[in-house]
C-alpha cells in the first residue's frame, strides 16, 4: 500500500539551486516609513525577474533572523529621528544594496529557506515541515511499527527535504532518522521505474555506503528510514559541530577552522574514491557529493543519500559547476565536487571560490596536486580526470583498505536501461543550461568592453581619424570635378597637348544613361598617364580640330607679326 492516498503534488521545475540577484531600484516615501522596491531575477535571465516592496523593518527582521548563522552582516543601523531626509534614505538604499549582495553571494545563506522566502514569496511561501508531517503521518498509517521522537529542524540545506528522529516500537532504544523529499527538475525516470529504484535501495550492501533500513515512495515524493549516527557526518568533524543543530548555526561561522591530519585525508579520500568508482561502473547516477552526505562510522567513510538523484534534486555545488562546459557528465560532476570536499577536508574551510589561484600550504605536496588537478584552472578548462586515475595518484595509491565487505547492489536490467537514460536527460539539462550562461557570459563580457572607458576613448579617435579622412577624400573629389570641368570646356574641345604628350581619350560622345540589368562586368582600371604612346582619340571631330590646331603652332612666324606702338603711362610725369 502507498504511503499517501494524497493527490500527488507532481514534480517541482523549479531549481533551487539556480542563484538569485537582487537590486534595489528605487525608494517612494509613504507618511511615516520608505519603500524600497526591488527587482529580483533567477539566473541570467531578465525575463525571469520580478518586482519585490520591503520596508526597512522586513531587512531588520530578516537580518534577525539570520543572527543564528554568528556571521557579522552589514545591514545599515537604526535611525529614529531623520530617517525621512532624502538624503538619508539615498545612503541608507546604498547600504541595503550592500546587504543584499553580501547575502546572494554567500553559498550557504543564499540557498536558505529564509532568504529564499524574503526575495521570492510567491515560490517559497509553503511551510514544508507541516507537508512532511501530513505525508509522514500518512505512511504511519499502512506502517504502525514506526513513531516520530522529534523533528530535526533545519539540519540540512535543501529547503524541501525535511527530517525527522525515528523510533521503532519493537526496538524502542534504536535511534532513526527519517528524511522525506519531494521530486525535483531533474526526475526523469517514470513512477514504475522510480519506485523499483526506491526498493532497491535497502538491498545495497557496500562498505563505504551508509545502510539504508526503509525506503518507499508515491508519485509525488519519498522517505528514506536510516540509523541516526551519533557522530554526525564529515562536515560535522571538519567544523567540529553538533549534528542535530540547525545547518547555518554549524557551518556558515566556524569558531575554529582547521583542516584533518594528512592521514584522514587519505584514508577518508581513498574511501570515498572507492564507493564513487562502484556507483559509476554500476551505472547508478550519483551527482550529490559533498561533505555532509558523508556520514562518519568509527574511522570509515560512508556515503548518503543515493535517493537523491532518482529524485531528481540539484546538487549542492550545481551553482559552480554549471558555469564550466567541460563538466558535463555526472562522472565529471562526482570528480569536481570530491574537489571541494578534498579541499573541505585539508584547510577546514570551502574554497572562496571557483576556479582556485593558489592553494595555500597543506600537509603534504601531494594533495596541492590532487587539488589542482580537479579546481585549478587549467583543470576546469580540460575537464575532470576519470575516478580510476585519481585513485592511481600518489596521495592514495598507497592507502590500504581493510574492510572485507564484500559490495552487492543488484539492478535489473531494465531499470539499468531507464537510469542510463535518466542520466543522459540530467546531462542534458546541464549541458543546456551551461551553454546559456556561457553565451550569457560572453555577451555580458563584450558589453563591458565596449562600455570600457578605454575602448571608448578609442571609438573618439576612430571617429575623428574617418572624420579627417572623409574630408580629405571629399575635397579632393571636388578638386578633381573643378579640374575636370576647366579642362573640357566644351563637349567637342579637348585640352591642349604638346606633340610629344599623351593625349586622354575623350568622353564627350559617350552616353550617360544607366546600363541595362544585368550589368557589364567592370572596365579594367586605366593605366597611369606616363610619357609614351598616344592613344588614338575615338572623336573624328575633335581630331581635325586638333590637327588644325597644331599646323597653326608648327607654321607660327615671329616675323609676320605686326609692330604696334604703345603708350606707356606707368612712368611717373613731372610737369
Request: proline share 9%; hydrophobic share 35%.
Amino acid at each position: 500500500m502507498a504511503f499517501m492516498e494524497k493527490p500527488p503534488a507532481g514534480k517541482v521545475l523549479l531549481d533551487d539551486t539556480v542563484p538569485l540577484t537582487a537590486v534595489i531600484e528605487a525608494s517612494q516615501s509613504l507618511h511615516s516609513h520608505t519603500e524600497y522596491i526591488i527587482r529580483v531575477q533567477r539566473g541570467i535571465s531578465m525575463e525571469n525577474s520580478w518586482q519585490i516592496v520591503r520596508r526597512y523593518s522586513d531587512f531588520d527582521l530578516l537580518n534577525s533572523s539570520l543572527q543564528i548563522s554568528a556571521l557579522s552582516l552589514p545591514l545599515p543601523p537604526k535611525k529614529l529621528i531623520g530617517n525621512m531626509d532624502r538624503e538619508f534614505i539615498a545612503e541608507r538604499q546604498k547600504g541595503l544594496q550592500n546587504y543584499l549582495n553580501v547575502l546572494t553571494a554567500n553559498h550557504i545563506l543564499s540557498n536558505c529557506e529564509l532568504v529564499k522566502k524574503f526575495l521570492d514569496p510567491n515560490n517559497y511561501s509553503v511551510n514544508y515541515t507541516e507537508i512532511a508531517l501530513q505525508h509522514v503521518s500518512m505512511f504511519f498509517r499502512s506502517e504502525p511499527k514506526w513513531e516520530v521522537a522529534e523533528p530535526l529542524k533545519d539540519i540540512g540545506w535543501r529547503i524541501r527535504k525535511r527530517y525527522f528522529l525515528m523510533k521503532s516500537k519493537n526496538q524502542p532504544k534504536e535511534r532513526l532518522v527519517l528524511s522525506w523529499a519531494d521530486f525535483g527538475p531533474d526526475k526523469y525516470l517514470s513512477d514504475k521505474d522510480f519506485q523499483c529504484a526506491v526498493k532497491l535501495l535497502p538491498s545495497c550492501s557496500h562498505p563505504y555506503i551508509y545502510k539504508v533500513t526503509f525506503a518507499t515512495a508515491n508519485e509525488s515524493s519519498a522517505l528514506v528510514i536510516r540509523p541516526f549516527n551519533e557522530k554526525g557526518t564529515l562536515k560535522d568533524l571538519i567544523y567540529k559541530a553538533k549534528p542535530k543543530d540547525p545547518f547555518l548555526k554549524k557551518y556558515c561561522n566556524p569558531k575554529k577552522i582547521q583542516g584533518l591530519e594528512l592521514q584522514q585525508i587519505k584514508t577518508f579520500g581513498r574511501q570515498i574514491l572507492e564507493v564513487l568508482k562502484f556507483l559509476h561502473e554500476k551505472g547508478f547516477p550519483y551527482g550529490h557529493l559533498h561533505s555532509s552526505n558523508v556520514v562518519l562510522d568509527g574511522d570509515t567513510c560512508k556515503l548518503l543519500d543515493l535517493e537523491n538523484s532518482l529524485l531528481g534534486l540539484p546538487s549542492f555545488y550545481r551553482s559552480y559547476f554549471s558555469q564550466f562546459r567541460k563538466i558535463n557528465t555526472l562522472e565529471g560532476v562526482d570528480v569536481h565536487c570530491f574537489g571541494h570536499l578534498l579541499y573541505e577536508m585539508t584547510y577546514g574551510r570551502p574554497p572562496d571560490s571557483i576556479p582556485v589561484d593558489g592553494f595555500p600550504p597543506a600537509p603534504s605536496a601531494s594533495v596541492v596536486a590532487v587539488l589542482e588537478s580537479l579546481l585549478s584552472c587549467e583543470a576546469l578548462k580540460n575537464g575532470m580526470p576519470a575516478v580510476s586515475k585519481i585513485l592511481q595518484m600518489s596521495l592514495f595509491s598507497d592507502i590500504l583498505l581493510t574492510n572485507s565487505e564484500k559490495p552487492q547492489f543488484k539492478i535489473p536490467t531494465k531499470l539499468k536501461e531507464a537510469l542510463k537514460t535518466a542520466k543522459e536527460c540530467i546531462e542534458k539539462r546541464l549541458t543546456e543550461e551551461q551553454k546559456l550562461i556561457h553565451q550569457h557570459r560572453r555577451l555580458t563580457r563584450a558589453q563591458s568592453h565596449h562600455g570600457s572607458e578605454e575602448e571608448k576613448k578609442k571609438r573618439k579617435i576612430l571617429a575623428r581619424k574617418k572624420s579627417k579622412l572623409t574630408a580629405f577624400e571629399s575635397g579632393e573629389e571636388h578638386l578633381a570635378k573643378y579640374s575636370n570641368s576647366n579642362n573640357s570646356g566644351s563637349g567637342a574641345s579637348s585640352p591642349m597637348t604638346s606633340p610629344s604628350s599623351p593625349t586622354p581619350p575623350s568622353t564627350a560622345g559617350v552616353s550617360t544613361m544607366p546600363p541595362p540589368p544585368p550589368p557589364p562586368p567592370a572596365a579594367p582600371p586605366l593605366p597611369p598617364q606616363m610619357d609614351g604612346a598616344v592613344q588614338p582619340d575615338p572623336s573624328p571631330g575633335a581630331s581635325a580640330g586638333r590637327e588644325a590646331l597644331l599646323s597653326s603652332i608648327q607654321n607660327f612666324q615671329k616675323g609676320a607679326l605686326k609692330k604696334a606702338d604703345t603708350c606707356d603711362y606707368s612712368v611717373p610725369r613731372i610737369s
